[in-house]
Antibody
Framework: EVQLVETGGGLVRPGSSLKLSCATS????????MNWVRQAPGKGLEWVAL??????????NYAESVKGRFTVSRDDSKSRVYLQMNTLRDQDTATYYC????????????WGQGVMVTVSS | DIQMTQSPASLSASLGETVTIECRAS??????LAWYQQKPGKSPQLLIY???SLHTGVPSRFSGSGSGTQYSLKINSLQSEDVASYFC?????????FGSGTKLEIK
C-alpha cells in the first residue's frame, strides 16, 4: 500500500524557516518524481515544487511564489522527500501535501494527509 | 502562466442526476489535464488524467472530455458519496496550475 506521511509543520513567525519531511512507503521511491502542493485555508490548490529522480539528475522546479525561498530535496536511501522553507511569509500559511507523480508525469496519483504550516506574528 | 478557469464555483444537484463541471485553459493544453476530487477534510484524489483517462479504481460514472482549451468532467447518476470539491489541473506547461474548484452538494 502506497503511503505518504508529512511531518514538520507548525506555527512560525514571518521571516523564519521550517523544514517539512515526507516519509514514503509501498513503492519504488528512487525512480519516482515527487511534488509538494499546498492549499491555503478554505482555498484552492497551488503546486509548489517538483523533484525528479536520479535518472533526470534530480531536476527541481518551483512555483514563482516560492522560488529562491524554498528548496525541495530527497533522500532515496530513506525514501523521503523534503521541503526547506526559508523567509516564510503570511501568504505561505497553508496545508502542505506531499504528492507522488504518476508514471513520470506532472499530475499526482497519491497524496499525503497534509501538514499545516501557519505563518503569523 | 496558463490560467485555468473553472465553472461553476458551486453546484447543487439531486441524487441520480448527471452533472458537468467545466474547465477552460487560457491557451491550448493539448489534453494535459487532470481532475481531482477532494472530500471534506480529506486530501485530493486523482479521478481523470490526459483529459479522458479514468484512473484505476475510479467509478465509471465519472468521465472526462474535451480538447484544446475546453475540458469537462461529467458525473452520471450522482451518489451521496460524490459530495466534494472538484479541481482541474493543467500539466502541459510549468507552472502546473489548478482551477479554483467546484463545490458539489446534494439538493
Amino acid at each position: 500500500e502506497v503511503q505518504l506521511v508529512e511531518t514538520g509543520g507548525g506555527l512560525v513567525r514571518p521571516g523564519s524557516s521550517l523544514k517539512l519531511s515526507c516519509a514514503t512507503s509501498g513503492f519504488t521511491f528512487s525512480n519516482t518524481w515527487m511534488n509538494w502542493v499546498r492549499q491555503a485555508p478554505g482555498k484552492g490548490l497551488e503546486w509548489v515544487a517538483l523533484i525528479k529522480d536520479k535518472y533526470s539528475n534530480y531536476e527541481a522546479n518551483y512555483a514563482e511564489s516560492v522560488k529562491g525561498r524554498f528548496t525541495v530535496s530527497r533522500d532515496d536511501s530513506k525514501s523521503r522527500v523534503y521541503l526547506q522553507m526559508n523567509t516564510l511569509r503570511d501568504q505561505d500559511t497553508a496545508t502542505y501535501y506531499c504528492t507522488r507523480a504518476f508514471n513520470y508525469g506532472y499530475f499526482f496519483d497519491y497524496w499525503g494527509q497534509g501538514v499545516m504550516v501557519t505563518v503569523s506574528s | 502562466d496558463i490560467q485555468m478557469t473553472q465553472s461553476p464555483a458551486s453546484l447543487s444537484a439531486s441524487l441520480g442526476e448527471t452533472v458537468t463541471i467545466e474547465c477552460r485553459a487560457s491557451e491550448d493544453i493539448y489534453n494535459g489535464l487532470a481532475w481531482y476530487q477532494q472530500k471534506p477534510g480529506k486530501s485530493p484524489q486523482l479521478l481523470i488524467y490526459n483529459a479522458n483517462s479514468l484512473h484505476t479504481g475510479v467509478p465509471s460514472r465519472f468521465s472526462g472530455s474535451g480538447s484544446g482549451t475546453q475540458y469537462s468532467l461529467k458525473i452520471n447518476s450522482l451518489q451521496s458519496e460524490d459530495v466534494a470539491s472538484y479541481f482541474c489541473q493543467q500539466y502541459y506547461n510549468y507552472p502546473l496550475t489548478f482551477g479554483s474548484g467546484t463545490k458539489l452538494e446534494i439538493k
